[in-house]
């Protein structure tokens, strides 16, 4: 397939190159195999013979495997320069991952949860995590770097063509980590400035629990996932282990705004500790008092 972004063609010259000689060395080795198999058989030559060094032969498989190694660093090298040097005038995109989705950050505060571009221009992306190690990974643009919580990655890309890349997390991150999917879409500039313009807003509703991620973890409709389903959760009495003793509590705004901020405080009965990441740093005080509004309503 064919690479979608400026220096895709850098990273398959790299690839064609060492493929192309491996696959040349295979044959080249199995032929000389053969011939030496069957040309030294036993029934022809029954006594083995000695046979003395040569300098020619020694410096000729030291030689050339040097300078093969040396042209695959050449190809290797080039495309990783591109890669590692950001151009200035990029456009910076927040890329968080988190157990187990995908949020995307634009300059002005605009979120959304597939990557949206405009194809032509430069976009550096800033590698955040908030849990644990996620790799962001788009195979048409070659593009692969790590989301290392408390380091701040770097990467950049300039798509060349219109269309739809996925997007896939190439850490193993958990039980989820599968289902990390999304897609980049590259649209042509004008209606990029279009979309990016278009006032956000706060996102509302199901919207802020997708956005934030909450609904990897936390079902609409009743099931179980990875957490407690949220539908009807509001005014319910359940069990929690406060400090590892249970007790009764009523979930009610306060209760949700402390499972947020502190998860593991008042852990539901029967789920691990542990699982569900603090919210305080991803989640702004008024976004909290959204979902707990939208957590009312399902009911
Ligand atoms: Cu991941």
């Excluded at 593991?264 to 691990?272: M, N, T």
């Excluded at 699982?275 to 009312?296: F, N, R, S």
């Amino acid at each position: 397939m064919n690479g979608a972004s400026s220096y895709s063609g850098l990273v398959d010259n790299a690839f064609i190159f060492i493929l192309g000689t491996s696959v040349l060395l295979l044959i080249g080795v199995t032929l000389a195999m053969i011939i030496m198999v069957v040309k030294y058989r036993r029934s022809k030559h029954p006594n083995p013979a000695q046979i003395e060094g040569s300098v020619t032969l020694e410096t000729l498989w030291t030689v050339l495997p040097t300078i093969l190694v040396l042209v695959m660093f050449y190809y290797g090298w080039a495309g990783f320069k591109v890669m590692r040097d950001i151009p200035d005038d990029a456009m910076p995109v927040t890329v968080t991952g988190q157990m187990w989705s995908w949020v995307f950050e634009y300059e002005n505060g605009k979120q959304s949860t597939e990557l949206i571009v405009p194809t032509g221009r430069n976009v550096k992306l800033n590698l955040e995590s908030v849990d644990v190690i996620h790799s962001f990974f788009v195979p048409a643009f070659r593009l692969k770097e790590d989301c290392v919580p408390g380091r701040h990655n770097k990467a950049w890309f300039k798509s060349t063509r219109d269309g739809e890349y996925n997007i896939f997390c190439a850490e193993y991150c958990g039980e989820r980590h599968s289902a990390m999917l999304s897609l980049v879409k590259s649209i042509p500039p004008r209606e990029f400035d279009e979309w990016l313009g278009v006032d956000p807003g706060p996102p509302e509703g199901a919207q802020l629990l997708t956005i934030k991620g909450c609904t990897a973890c936390h079902s609409l409709d009743g099931s179980k996932l990875i957490g407690p389903t949220f539908k009807g959760v509001f005014g319910i009495t359940e069990t929690v282990l406060t400090d590892g003793v249970a007790r009764e509590i009523v979930v009610d705004e306060e209760y949700i705004r402390k499972s947020m901020l502190e998860p593991d405080a008042d852990l539901v009965e029967g789920y691990p500790k542990g699982l569900m990441p603090p919210q305080g740093t991803l989640v702004k005080d008024e976004e909290m008092d959204a979902i707990i509004e939208v957590l009312k309503e399902l009911k």
